[in-house]
């Protein structure tokens, strides 16, 4: 039931604001970036003659790409003097994202990794495109170029991240039961049970920051990824707990050392073993996992 007292602008404006922070995140990979859009949406939203306006969700849409896109130029730099690797901001999601297949993909921190190497441009088209459907006409108006070129645009960023993406959608439950096995292995310091859910190719990321200790390059092969996790715990005294949850659609473990939340673990799995992990420690990227997020692709 909308309120009486509320005007036209803010009643669109609050209707589509789960959408637009999806959009932007799924742009920025940074629930931070994609409040200060939804800041920058608003503003301008409320200056635009409602009469002119055919359709409010396009045009909240396209005015959200267009400060997205002016802030992932600028996020560009930043990552280039990050310390270590740069992984996408976690998100709480509520169970049901999880239960979505489209929608738990597309917000995967694995997709969410492969749309890094994409450039501004090729990633706003991709993720209007491919995760929300809007069409190249729509898309060419937010992105400011022809529809021709923003055909092509996407057909270029589809192939180049079909090449990279995980070749299966695994459901929820088959990661679950792969991310038990991890943790079983990782609270008994099992190094060959953990060897045997770990797929040879494995690449483990981590990100700290430079605030928090992490491994400054990603480190490949269940050898080293296992040496290094175990030897991890081995050189703590502290109690380290790890908490199921469900992180930007897909299950994950909350991480805490001596109750003291320390990072968010996600996994990517393929033929039943991790094929991908990736720890967020960064304390200043922890912040959206306390309270759920409303993320939607409609």
Same mark, same amino acid.
């Given at each position: 039931m909308s309120d009486p007292t509320a005007d036209p602008a803010t009643e669109?404006?609050?209707?589509?604001?789960?959408?637009?922070?999806?959009?932007?995140?799924?742009?920025? =990979?940074?629930?931070?970036?994609?409040?200060?859009? %939804?800041?920058?949406? @608003?503003?301008? @939203? &409320?200056?635009?003659?409602? $009469?002119?306006?055919?359709?409010?969700?396009?045009?909240?849409?396209?005015?959200?790409?267009?400060? $997205? %896109?002016?802030?992932?130029?600028t996020m560009t730099r930043r990552k280039e003097a990050y310390v270590g690797p740069w992984l996408p901001e976690p998100l709480l999601t509520t169970p049901d994202v999880a239960e979505d297949a489209e929608l738990a993909e597309?917000?995967?921190?694995?997709?969410? *990794?492969?749309?890094?190497? *994409? !450039?501004?441009?090729?990633?706003?088209?991709?993720? *209007?495109?491919?995760?929300? #459907? &809007? !069409?190249?006409?729509e898309i060419a108006e937010a992105v400011?170029?022809?529809?021709?070129?923003?055909?092509?645009?996407?057909?270029?960023?589809?192939?180049?991240? #079909?090449?990279?993406?995980?070749?299966?959608?695994?459901?929820? !439950?088959?990661?679950?039961?792969?991310?038990?096995s991890f943790q079983r292995a990782l609270h008994t310091g099992d190094l060959q049970g953990l060897l045997d859910v770990l797929a040879p190719e494995i690449v483990l990321v981590s990100d700290g920051g430079g605030v928090k200790q992490a491994a *400054?390059?990603?480190?490949? =092969?269940?050898g080293k990824v296992a040496r290094f996790i175990i030897g991890g715990i081995g050189k703590t005294r502290s109690t380290i707990s790890a908490q199921h949850t469900v992180v930007n659609g897909n299950p994950a473990l909350v991480m805490r050392v001596d109750g003291e939340l320390d990072g968010v673990l996600a996994f990517r799995v393929e033929d039943a073993r991790i094929t991908g992990l990736y720890y967020v420690r960064n304390p200043e990227k922890l912040t959206h996992i306390e309270s759920e997020n409303p993320i939607t692709l409609h």
């Open positions: 669109a404006f609050v209707a589509h604001r789960n959408l637009l922070f999806t959009v932007a995140y799924e742009m920025l =990979g940074s629930a931070a970036d994609a409040e200060d859009v %939804l800041q920058e949406t @608003w503003l301008r @939203w &409320v200056k635009v003659d409602l $009469a002119e306006v055919r359709d409010q969700r396009a045009y909240l849409v396209r005015i959200a790409t267009r400060q $997205a %896109l002016n802030r992932l130029r597309s917000m995967s921190m694995a997709l969410m *990794l492969v749309l890094e190497t *994409l !450039s501004p441009t090729e990633r706003a088209v991709f993720v *209007l495109r491919e995760a929300f #459907d &809007v !069409s190249y006409e400011g170029k022809s529809p021709a070129a923003v055909r092509q645009i996407a057909y270029r960023a589809r192939r180049h991240v #079909d090449a990279r993406r995980p070749r299966e959608t695994v459901s929820a !439950s088959e990661t679950r039961a792969v991310m038990e *400054l390059r990603p480190i490949s =092969g269940a």
